[in-house]
């Protein structure tokens, strides 16, 4: 079956191609296709209209959550318009949600991230599937920490992630034997949180931020890469204005999108 999404603040582009997610291909004009939680999905987008193709009627809750669709985007923006700044993001950018990964999957992404190009980390991530990951009809699951438990960096050589192979393997490890656990991360505060991801090899401030927004969904959480970094001394160095309270993490969303296809914006500041 079929099942269509009406909401004026929901588009494809912009939310798979905003540097939250790196499974997701646009395969025709305004469809795209990708492998989340474990299930495959093609979704077309029709102007406001967002439309779930072929999909089993059970698995819609699922697809709500990793979309994020109880969440009220527009008034999240509404509140964002009272500064100038994001309020011009906001009109950019007001399509992308924040996807509900799966964490472990947003852990290892992350990882590979670093100092890394969209391009080759959808490669790595995409290596790492097809070897290790379980067979799907349209492709492969991401591979669970339980079926990459006890794995080296010299098996990890042919997914060509370099210094990251050894990243992984530590995260891997430490997943395993419950020194991370996600359902003690969700339930911390989130700069506990965030430290405790950081007991990870490699795993920084930044990393461990888009692992608590994207995998954990927890909102308040900031991302700073030198795109941000660059963003906050040119709009906000005093820091975010009060509006973003408890959802820094959409206004960072918004003005990394904005920032990022404004080519020169921050140079007129």
């Known amino acids: 079956m079929d099942h269509k999404i009406k909401n004026d603040n929901f588009d494809l582009k912009q939310t798979f191609l905003c540097g939250q997610c790196f499974r997701w291909t646009e395969t025709e004009e305004n469809i795209f296709h990708g492998i989340a939680h474990g299930r495959y999905l093609r979704i077309r987008q029709e102007t406001n209209r967002v439309t779930l193709l072929d999909i089993n009627e059970k698995d819609i809750p699922l697809w709500e959550d990793y979309f994020d669709l109880s969440t009220d985007y ?28 799966e964490p472990f999957e947003t852990l290892i992404s992350f990882i590979i991230s670093q100092n890394n190009n969209i391009p080759r980390i959808s490669g790595i991530i995409g290596r790492l599937c097809e070897g290790f990951g379980e067979k799907l009809d349209g492709g492969y699951a991401f591979p669970s920490a339980e079926s990459l438990k006890g794995v080296t960096p010299e098996e990890l050589a ?20 419950g020194e991370i656990d996600f359902d003690e991360i969700n339930a911390l505060p989130i700069d506990t949180a965030r430290e405790k991801l950081k007991t990870i090899v490699g795993v920084g401030d930044k990393v461990a931020d888009c692992v608590l927004l994207f995998g954990f969904g927890k909102k308040d959480a900031f991302p700073r890469d030198v795109w941000v970094k660059r963003l906050m001394a040119a709009f906000y160095p005093d820091g975010l204005p009060e509006c973003t309270i408890g959802a820094e993490g959409v206004a960072q969303q918004y003005l990394f999108d904005y920032v990022r296809n404004n080519n020169g914006l921050l140079s007129t500041v």
Do not use: E
Not at 77 to 101: E, M, V, W
Not at 158 to 177: E, H
């Open 158 to 177: 042919p997914l060509r992630a370099g210094f990251r192979a050894r990243y992984i393997c530590d995260a891997v490890s430490k997943v395993n034997s």
């Open 74 to 101: 527009a008034a999240l923006i509404d509140r964002f318009s009272s500064d100038p700044t994001l309020s011009a993001a906001c009109k950019s950018s007001y399509g992308i949600r924040i996807l509900r990964q």
